[in-house]
């Protein structure tokens, strides 16, 4: 197993396991990203990798899809909103880890 799909499926999981939204939100968002890297071949050993691949991202409608979904939800909860509902967002993200042939 690619070791990116491996820590996007470990953060996944994460998510779904933590009691703290901040946790869940962020490994969210990290987990997209490691798709990200993992589908682009993204070298993270680059200097700006993380710029090159938010730019992949942006560029890539399923992705950034779920991407936009959690910023969303990070945006309310600091602005306030203590009940959000990342169950969905698991759910779609498990569907695309899913979807990878190596898993």
């Not at 070298?43 to 950034?64: A, C, H, P």
């Amino acid at each position: 197993m690619n070791s990116h799909v491996y820590l996007a499926k470990h953060l996944l999981e994460l998510s779904k396991n933590s009691s703290d939204n901040i946790i869940k939100l962020q490994a969210l968002l990290r987990c997209v990203e490691e798709l990200a890297i993992y589908k682009y071949k993204i070298d993270d050993s680059m200097e700006n990798y993380q710029k090159i691949t938010i730019n992949f991202i942006k560029n890539d409608k399923e992705l950034y899809d779920l991407y936009s979904i959690v910023l969303d939800l990070i945006f309310y909860y600091l602005l306030g909103g203590e009940n959000i509902n990342v169950s969905e967002i698991e759910e779609k993200i498990n569907e695309k880890i899913n979807q990878i042939k190596e898993i």
